[in-house]
């Protein structure tokens, strides 16, 4: 570990409210004990107020006082980090293992009372989320330095659901996890424009000798998030009006799609205002998830559209069910 490792290491120890002699630090630290001297005194000129008794019992302890000192955690923050790093490895979080890490530094410089109250919150949260690939992982990695540094990054992409891979110059501007997928964000050099790519589709990423700075101001969340919306100058809005049961409303008012759009709900009803060209494309097929839970009053042009994906899929799977039939 480095120095400011080791240093905060040994005011964690000495943290527990117990004394321990320099020998004692430095077997745990595994470091030699005349490395220890210097840290303690490194620690005691910043403003550490360490405590040394001599004799048989002796050895270094803080003053009760610095229990408060802002290079601690409380009990809360201790939990919110331990909860931070349930979410983090579920959503395939790219420095997962360094979270684990810091987790685990809570539990060992901590007191028997302190360690037994983090592992029972740390029990208390739990995340379901399919795993990310371990190539991913590197992905992420790899775009958050390069991202950090400015370094443009040589990507092999695969377009779409089929097998086709573009070769990509990129200088990534940002990661985005939305909706259980990791996005990159950044100027695409062959496109000359900002574009966004899921990192489940790259195949191949390397730094090149290019380097680049983001825009001042520049929020990769914020730029998709305004691929999503349509353009407010140019679209054509329409009223919408769906019924169903309560919790279906709720559900479907709180859907991204939807919600962004709602502008009234009662307990059975709930009316919205969407892009036409989105609604009878996307929203059809999010509406056509709710099954009977929910009804369309209007517009009638959703409802022809609604019942046109209904027979669409009815046949798929009917002529995909008759070859069995015939056997």
């Given at each position: 570990?480095?120095?400011?490792?080791?240093?905060?290491?040994?005011?964690?120890?000495?943290?527990?409210?117990?004394?321990h002699?320099?020998?004692?630090?430095?077997?745990?630290l595994?470091?030699?004990v005349?490395?220890?001297y210097?840290?303690?005194?490194?620690?005691?000129a910043?403003?550490?107020?360490?405590?040394?008794?001599?004799?048989?019992?002796?050895?270094?302890?803080?003053?009760?006082?610095?229990?408060?000192?802002?290079?601690?955690?409380?009990?809360?923050?201790?939990?919110?980090?331990?909860?931070?790093?349930?979410?983090?490895?579920?959503?395939?979080?790219?420095?997962?293992?360094?979270?684990?890490?810091?987790?685990?530094?809570?539990?060992?410089?901590?007191?028997?009372?302190?360690?037994?109250?983090l592992?029972r919150?740390?029990?208390?949260?739990?995340?379901?989320?399919?795993?990310?690939?371990?190539?991913?992982?590197?992905?992420?990695q790899?775009?958050?330095?390069?991202?950090?540094?400015?370094?443009?990054?040589?990507?092999?992409?695969?377009?779409?659901?089929?097998?086709?891979?573009?070769?990509?110059?990129?200088?990534?501007y940002?990661?985005?996890?939305?909706?259980?997928?990791?996005?990159?964000?950044?100027?695409?050099?062959?496109?000359s424009?900002i574009?966004?790519?899921?990192?489940?589709?790259?195949?191949?990423?390397?730094?090149?000798?290019?380097?680049?700075?983001?825009?001042?101001?520049?929020?990769?969340r914020?730029?998709?998030?305004?691929?999503?919306?349509?353009?407010?100058?140019?679209?054509?809005?329409?009223?919408?009006?769906?019924?169903?049961?309560?919790?279906a409303?709720?559900?479907?008012?709180?859907?991204?799609?939807?919600?962004?759009a709602?502008?009234?709900?009662?307990?059975?009803?709930?009316?919205?205002?969407?892009?036409?060209?989105?609604?009878?494309?996307?929203?059809?097929?999010?509406?056509?998830?709710?099954?009977?839970?929910?009804?369309?009053?209007?517009?009638?042009?959703?409802?022809?559209?609604?019942?046109?994906?209904?027979?669409?899929?009815?046949?798929?799977?009917?002529?995909?069910?008759?070859?069995?039939?015939?056997?």
């Amino acid at each position: 570990m480095s120095k400011a490792d080791n240093m905060l290491a040994i005011l964690w120890l000495l943290k527990t409210g117990k004394r321990h002699t320099a020998k004692q630090l430095a077997e745990a630290l595994e470091i030699h004990v005349r490395t220890v001297y210097r840290y303690i005194d490194a620690l005691c000129a910043s403003g550490v107020p360490i405590v040394v008794d001599s004799g048989h019992n002796g050895g270094y302890s803080l003053l009760a006082s610095f229990g408060e000192a802002p290079l601690t955690f409380d009990a809360d923050e201790q939990k919110a980090l331990a909860h931070a790093a349930v979410f983090a490895r579920e959503a395939g979080y790219p420095f997962g293992e360094a979270l684990t890490r810091a987790v685990h530094k809570l539990k060992l410089y901590a007191n028997d009372e302190q360690r037994e109250r983090l592992s029972r919150h740390a029990r208390g949260v739990e995340v379901i989320h399919a795993p990310a690939a371990a190539a991913q992982a590197v992905f992420l990695q790899q775009l958050e330095v390069a991202a950090a540094e400015g370094v443009t990054l040589r990507m092999e992409y695969q377009k779409g659901y089929g097998h086709t891979v573009a070769t990509r110059h990129l200088d990534p501007y940002g990661l985005v996890f939305w909706k259980n997928r990791w996005y990159v964000v950044g100027f695409c050099r062959a496109r000359s424009d900002i574009r966004s790519f899921r990192v489940d589709r790259i195949c191949a990423l390397g730094a090149t000798d290019g380097r680049f700075e983001r825009p001042a101001g520049f929020s990769a969340r914020e730029f998709l998030l305004a691929g999503l919306r349509p353009d407010p100058e140019r679209a054509e809005y329409v009223p919408v009006r769906i019924a169903g049961r309560e919790q279906a409303l709720n559900d479907l008012c709180s859907h991204w799609f939807f919600g962004q759009a709602l502008v009234q709900r009662t307990t059975t009803e709930a009316w919205f205002n969407i892009e036409r060209q989105s609604l009878y494309t996307m929203g059809a097929t999010f509406v056509l998830a709710y099954g009977k839970t929910v009804r369309v009053l209007e517009p009638p042009e959703l409802l022809d559209r609604l019942a046109a994906c209904a027979e669409e899929l009815q046949r798929y799977y009917r002529e995909l069910l008759e070859p069995q039939l015939d056997t």
